[in-house]
C-alpha cells in the first residue's frame, strides 16, 4: 500500500515539472470581404449583368439572358458569402434572381420559378434597416410567389 503511495506521489511531483505546454494561436478577425478591392467591382459587375439580362429578355432574346444569370451565379454566391453584404450586393443578386424568375414563369416552370422568388422574400423579410425599396421588394416577391401559386 505504501508503494502505490509513494508511486502517486513520484507521479505528481514529476508532473509538475513538466513544461507548460505551448500558447494556443490567437485567432486574428478574418477580414471583411465587402472592404477588399474585389467586392466593389464584382458588385458592379452583378449590377451590369442584371441591367443587361433584363434588356434581353425584354426584347425576346431569352437564351442570351439565360446566360448571362448563369454566368452571375458563381459572383452571386461569392459576394453574398460575406457575413454582411451590402445592401448593393443584396439588390444586385436579387435582381438577378428576379429575372430568371419571370424566365421559368414565361417558360411555366412555376415551381421552379416560386424558389427563386422564395429567394427574395427571405432575403427582404429579414433585411435591416428596412426601407420603402426593402419594403416594395418583399411585397413584389409575395406578388410572384402568389401568381406561381395560382398556376401550380
Known amino acids: ?3 502505490i503511495g ?13 513544461p507548460t505546454p505551448p500558447p494556443k494561436p490567437v485567432e486574428q478577425p478574418k477580414a471583411d470581404p465587402t472592404a477588399q478591392g474585389w467586392y466593389a467591382p464584382a458588385v458592379e ?7 443587361d439580362a433584363a434588356d434581353l429578355l425584354k426584347r425576346g432574346r431569352k437564351e442570351e439572358a439565360g446566360k448571362i444569370i448563369t454566368a ?3 459572383l452571386i454566391s461569392r459576394v453574398l458569402s460575406a457575413p ?16 430568371y424568375g419571370r424566365m421559368l414563369m414565361a417558360d411555366q416552370r412555376f415551381g ?6 422564395q429567394k427574395n422574400v427571405i432575403r427582404w423579410k429579414h433585411w435591416q434597416p428596412q426601407t420603402e425599396d ?9 406578388d410572384e410567389i402568389a401568381e406561381c401559386d395560382r398556376r401550380l
Open 1 to 3: 500500500m505504501r508503494s
Open 6 to 18: 509513494v508511486a502517486l506521489w513520484l507521479a505528481l511531483v514529476t508532473s509538475a515539472c513538466a
Open 45 to 51: 459587375q452583378l449590377v451590369s449583368m442584371a441591367r
Open 72 to 74: 452571375g451565379q458563381p
Open 84 to 99: 454582411r453584404p451590402t445592401l448593393a450586393a443584396m439588390e444586385a443578386a436579387s435582381d438577378l434572381d428576379e429575372i
Open 112 to 117: 421552379w420559378a416560386r424558389l427563386q422568388f
Open 134 to 142: 426593402t419594403a416594395r421588394r418583399l411585397k413584389q416577391a409575395q
